[in-house]
């Protein structure tokens, strides 16, 4: 266990261990001013195109002694238990690097808003539950092609003992009925959809669920700490599901407190918006794990390390077989195919890919108009110096697409 407390002169980290008859108190030079002045600027308020255009180093460099001390108060594999302070809980500190790599290379990490919660985390669990609610794509104004197929793979690894809501399915009632009817609990609870962080007030954070007659379909976090949701995992594949604020005595406010408040053990959740593609990538990876037999942590682990080594060829693998849709949701996949051709230096693969795309939609829609964007990108690159397609590359490297997924609760 890692318990941070950051103060005005430096930043405590209390590290606990099993042997340990007292904490090792390890002093950090961070003071509050500092660290808030850093995460702020980059976890806070960063453009995401600015964040993923920037050099990691440019952040995890001066955070770095945050966890650097962990190679002497740590083995590789050990579980790393995470208690963060102030502002530290914006930051991916599994990012951060120890013995020359990042944290995740060398162990799984778990947080926990306080070290009492997770007596309560574990409480919460029972191992006997199998039943498992899915939802997904709730609106059609904003469609997540791969969330559908997240939530696809979801059902069928817990068939017969999954409900799968999709679309307009997916609505508020339909999670308060589905967690009526598992009166023992569920298992699993996936919900892959939109959300969002309200920095004014982050009791009315949120998922963007399917809005009924009455209903807008925001799942707001305090709507969501007063539901009885008794289940062993949650995962929300939503962008900024778990943003947080903080009241006086450091006590969270967001969804991942409502979460545990509802009932959840565990919780997977973002710290920013995320790339659907990428995500559902990770997500496959993370639940393959789960069914092999991995703990929730050492699962997450193996699926961002899969993710950083990613190529460019999985990802044509991954799009494009068994990946046949309808309408929106071909159109989108033809479109990531045509990205990764243009990404792998094939434009001419990535031209025949948009001009489908453009060909076969009305020039009103959005489709049409990304279609348009990406042939003159393509067009561009042929203009270019001619060089051999390589599918190689791994585009998922960089800790935007990897790093904001983090465990709340019980790591088993």
């Not at 001390?69 to 208690?83: M, T």
């Not at 699993?188 to 669920?209: T, Y």
């Not at 990946?323 to 243009?342: E, F, Y």
């Amino acid at each position: 266990m890692v318990h941070y407390q950051v103060t005005e002169e430096n930043t405590i980290a209390f590290v606990g261990r099993e042997d340990l008859a007292a904490p090792h108190v390890q002093r950090i030079p961070l003071p509050q001013a500092a660290l808030r002045d850093l995460v702020g600027s980059t976890f806070g308020t960063m453009p995401v195109r600015a964040f993923r255009s920037q050099s990691p180093a440019s952040w995890a460099d001066p955070l770095r002694p945050l966890v650097d001390f962990l190679e002497d108060w740590s083995a590789p594999e050990d579980i790393i238990w995470f208690v963060p302070h102030d502002v530290l809980h914006h930051v991916p500190l599994h990012a951060l690097e120890v013995d020359g790599e990042c944290l995740i290379e060398r162990n799984a990490a778990a947080y926990t808003p306080s070290a009492s919660v997770l007596k309560y985390a574990r409480r919460m669990r029972r191992p006997g539950r199998t039943r498992a609610l899915v939802l997904a794509d709730a609106r059609a104004d904003r469609p997540l092609v791969h969330g559908r197929e997240q939530a696809a793979r979801v059902n069928e690894m817990y068939a017969p003992d999954a409900e799968l809501a999709v679309g307009p399915a997916a609505s508020v009632d339909r999670l308060a009925r589905g967690a009526a009817d598992a009166p023992a609990g569920l298992a699993v609870l996936h919900i892959a959809c939109h959300g969002e962080f309200n920095r004014a007030d982050a009791e009315h954070s949120g998922l963007w669920l399917a809005p009924t007659e009455t209903h807008d379909g925001l799942l707001r976090a305090a709507d969501l700490a007063a539901m009885a949701l008794p289940t062993n995992l949650v995962m929300l594949s939503a962008c900024e599901s778990g943003l947080t604020g903080r009241l006086p005595g450091n006590e969270l406010l967001g969804l991942t407190r409502a979460l545990l408040y509802a009932g959840a053990s565990s919780a997977v959740v973002t710290l920013w918006s995320v790339d659907e593609l990428s995500t559902s990538v990770l997500t496959a990876a993370f639940y393959g794990r789960l069914a092999a037999g991995y703990g929730v942590a050492a699962a997450l682990r193996e699926a961002q390390r899969a993710l950083r080594r990613t190529t460019l060829a999985d990802l044509l693998d991954y799009c494009t077989t068994g990946r046949a849709g309808p309408d929106h949701t071909g159109t989108l996949l033809d479109l990531d195919v045509a990205a990764i051709h243009l990404a792998a230096g094939d434009p001419a693969a990535a031209l025949a890919g948009y001009q489908r795309v453009a060909a076969a939609q009305p020039t009103g829609s959005p489709w049409y108009a990304a279609a348009v964007r990406g042939s003159a990108a393509a067009r561009l690159a042929a203009s270019g110096p001619h060089r051999t397609p390589d599918y190689s590359a791994r585009p998922y490297r960089h800790p935007y697409f990897w790093a904001p997924f983090y465990l709340m609760g019980d790591w088993r």
